[in-house]
Nanobody, 120 residues
């Protein structure tokens, strides 16, 4: 059993900052890529940022230069620092991790989601 627990969402004014964190726990053999997705009302879920176990990062064009993804492999955590937030960033943010629980079992796991609202 693997769980991803997200923290750090909330309400912030345009131009403000928030930091999201996600901790993976349970019967983890290895964690590969981790990332953050978001889904705004009426829109499809989209990739915001991802990071490999070797710390190679990938960002959506809309967040480049504003968001930074990091991970701590020892603690099985991934963080998303969001700066200069815009109303268009309003969405439910989901943590995602590619995790193996045994040498042969590997799945993509999702957190429960955390709401980020950017509004004045």
């Amino acid at each position: 059993q693997v769980q991803l627990v997200e923290t750090g969402g909330g309400l912030v004014q345009p131009g403000g900052s928030l930091r999201l964190s996600c901790a993976a726990s349970g019967s983890i053999f290895s964690i590969y890529a981790m990332g953050w997705y978001r889904q705004a009302p009426g829109k499809q879920r989209e990739l915001v940022a991802s990071i490999t176990s070797g710390a190679t990062t990938n960002y959506a064009d809309s967040v480049k230069g504003r968001f930074t993804i990091t991970r701590d492999n020892a603690k099985n955590t991934v963080n998303l620092q969001m700066n200069n937030l815009e109303p268009e960033d309003t969405a439910v943010y989901y943590c995602n991790a590619d995790i193996s629980t045994t040498i042969t079992r590997r799945y993509a796991y999702w957190g429960q989601g955390t709401q980020v609202t950017v509004s004045s």
